[in-house]
């Protein structure tokens, strides 16, 4: 996967490309938002890392240009401001995630997996963690090759956890994804769904963090 | 405290009065000069008039006015004289004016000698009469002026409000200013004075407020200026630690070093930014719930890494508060006991109501803290000895004096107990609830 790094700071840059080389990333590295545009239209990367701090463009602007001619282009906005305005400035000009700085080597490395597997399931359409493999298309599930029977709203969830593995996802937040606004929703239905798809996949795949949400961890049943 | 204008009408009138004063005074002076010669005029053409007096009747019958009196003496023998002369000289046998007391009174004389019949002749006329008139002048001029303080008195006020005006408003401007309101006064059409205070103060505003706007960008800047050197500096960690041996003390010190040092900046940036202007502005309805239900979410990793147990418990409740702010109070205080609480420990957040309160409760299973210690961990920079088993995560000593900064914030309580579990300890943080 070829990704394009937008930061400034070359000491950071540098071990970013050397991190993300050993990850098997091709990683290019500008230093302006003026070069990030220039790159971006003329040989489009699959990633884009930016920095909301550049010495020429702001950041945000260089995400609302590019995002204006390019509405699927993965963005991962570093930030070394935090806040809520901030944040949501980001996420509103087109950003799919962004991390304040100074964040963690593996946390990077999750977000960008999250983002590389939305590429390959517009891509190659398949998710595989461990034993499950949810095809993205054709919306199936198989455990170890073997199709199983999985209810519209099980699938939603579960091509929300995966896409996700590795991070914790709030019961709350998944209820929003599963149900659209106005519908009713009883206190207990992600827990049920949850609780189904354990019987289909094994009790082992989803854990639950009590009262919080669920995780499908990175290797899952490793 | 004195006011201007009490202080310029007392100062105008006293002024008005006092000049008021001496000019009476003045007057009384030479009205008595004045009255002295009109008087002394009137007894010498008294005395001529009784130097012609057929001294041969008897005068002392002739009914003179009480103030007036008259002798005519010729050669130590008294030849005629008014009702109320004594029997003796009034004065010395002496030419010209002079003063006599008799009768009970102080009298003007005037003596005068005919030659022609070598007869002296001695006229009086009581003084104190001459004080009366000379009196009567004065009061007579002065008496409208005093009446007339009063309105006086009156008319200075108002005219004296009425310059002040301009005064009162920028002071009453001034005063509704909002303590965030940093632009200029607007007060207008004011006088030439008050422009120049004006100004000063809009500029010693303009200056304010360029300074705090300063200090706003340096913190952002330092933020940033800070956390992308610890960024390099991690991202250089991970990659060195691909090809050295990270089980040594040296690479061990090293982590925790950065791990340190990006932890102190966070803290204080976070303390930095908790300021109560701040907080004001982005108070809200906030579920507590929702906010721990993140948090954890957020920070479920390092718990993981820990090898511990987290769960929270409890339902959704309402605060009015700041979810940046509280988001970091929990997030301290989960961390906190993470790093207290030894591998394959248990963490509980609980956030339940009680009453018109609303309770987060975090509980670990470490070790718990003394009695004795409990009042100091929130002091700043306060280092609780580190327990046998406990994370390697070095604090900074800033996590629980953020909690108790915006607990403060959103007027709540914070108590240390003992934890549910055998052992260790419990933050207590108690919210007003929000009124449903």
């Known amino acids: ?222 | 405290m004195s006011s201007i204008r009490v202080f310029l009408v007392a100062g105008i009138l006293a002024t008005l009065t006092l000049f008021n004063f001496v000019a009476a005074l003045r007057g009384y002076q030479s009205s008595m000069d004045e009255a002295e010669l009109l008087f002394d005029n009137q007894l010498l053409d008294f005395a001529r008039l009784v130097a012609r007096l057929d001294v041969d009747d008897n005068h002392s019958e002739l009914r003179l006015s009480n103030n007036l009196a008259f002798q005519v003496w010729e050669q130590g023998k008294l030849l005629a004289m008014s009702y109320h002369a004594p029997e003796t000289p009034i004065t010395g046998l002496q030419n010209g004016f002079d003063y006599s007391n008799f009768d009970g009174y102080r009298w003007r004389t005037y003596t005068r000698h005919e030659t022609a019949s070598d007869r002296w002749v001695i006229v009086a006329e009581r003084t104190d009469l001459r004080f009366v008139l000379a009196e009567n002048v004065v009061l007579e001029s002065i008496l409208p002026i005093l009446l007339s303080i009063p309105l006086i008195g009156l008319l200075i006020w108002l005219i004296v409000s009425h310059g002040l005006k301009p005064l009162t408003a920028l002071s009453t401007e001034l005063r509704n200013k909002h303590v965030n309101d940093l632009g200029p006064v607007r007060t207008q059409n004011s006088r030439r004075e008050l422009q120049q205070v004006i100004q000063s103060i809009n500029g010693f505003m303009a200056r304010l407020s360029q300074g705090l706007e300063r200090e706003k960008r340096f913190s952002a800047d330092a933020a940033h200026e800070l956390r992308t050197p610890i960024s390099a500096l991690k991202v250089q960690l991970h990659n060195l630690a691909g090809e050295i041996d990270t089980k040594s003390d040296t690479w061990q010190e090293l982590e925790n070093g950065v791990e340190r040092m990006q932890h102190l900046v966070e803290q204080l940036l976070t303390l930095y930014r908790m300021n109560p202007d701040k907080f004001a502005e982005n108070s809200q309805e906030t579920d507590l719930y929702l906010v721990c239900e993140n948090v954890i979410a957020q920070q479920y990793s390092l718990v993981e890494a820990r090898k511990q147990q987290l769960a929270l418990e409890g339902e959704h409740c309402l605060i009015n508060g700041d979810a940046f702010a509280l988001e970091t109070m929990v997030s301290n205080l989960i961390g906190n006991a993470s790093k207290y609480t030894p591998e394959e420990g248990t963490l509980l957040v609980t956030v339940h109501q009680e009453g018109d309160r609303v309770i987060l409760d975090v509980e670990d299973s470490g070790p718990g803290i003394p009695e004795a210690e409990r009042d100091r961990i929130f002091d700043r920079f306060y280092h609780s000895e580190k327990p046998q088993g406990a994370g390697e995560a070095p604090g900074c000593g800033l996590g629980l004096t953020i909690v108790s900064h915006v607990a403060e914030l959103h007027h709540a309580h914070v108590e240390v107990g003992d934890s549910c579990f055998a052992t260790g300890s419990k933050f207590s943080i108690s919210f007003p609830a929000l009124e449903s």
């Open chain 1, 1 to 222: 996967m070829q990704i394009l790094l937008v930061e400034d700071d070359q000491p950071l840059a540098r071990g970013l490309q050397q991190a993300l080389g050993q990850q098997g990333y091709v990683v290019n590295h500008v230093g302006t938002g003026e070069a990030a545009l220039h790159v971006i239209e003329f040989d489009r990367p699959d990633v884009v890392i930016l920095d909301i701090g550049l010495p020429d463009i702001d950041g945000i602007t260089v995400l609302e240009k590019a995002t204006a001619k390019d509405k699927e282009l993965p963005v991962l906005m570093l930030t070394a401001r935090d806040g809520v305005d901030d944040k949501v400035a980001g996420l509103d000009s087109g950003a799919d995630d962004y991390l304040v700085k100074p964040f963690e080597m593996t946390e990077l490395l999750a977000r960008l997996r999250v983002l590389e597997r939305r590429i390959s399931s517009t891509k190659s359409n398949d998710i595989t963690i461990g034993n499950v493999c949810l095809d993205t298309v054709a919306q199936t599930v198989t455990v170890d090759g073997q199709d199983i029977d999985l209810a519209r709203r099980e699938y939603m969830l579960l091509k929300s956890l995966m896409e996700n593995a590795g991070r914790v996802q709030t019961r709350s937040a998944l209820e929003t994804r599963l149900y659209t606004w106005g519908e009713e929703v009883s206190s207990n239905a992600v827990e049920v769904h949850i609780h189904r798809l354990r019987k289909k996949l094994g009790n082992e795949f989803i854990r639950t963090i009590r009262g919080v949400g669920y995780k499908i961890n990175q290797e899952a049943n490793s």
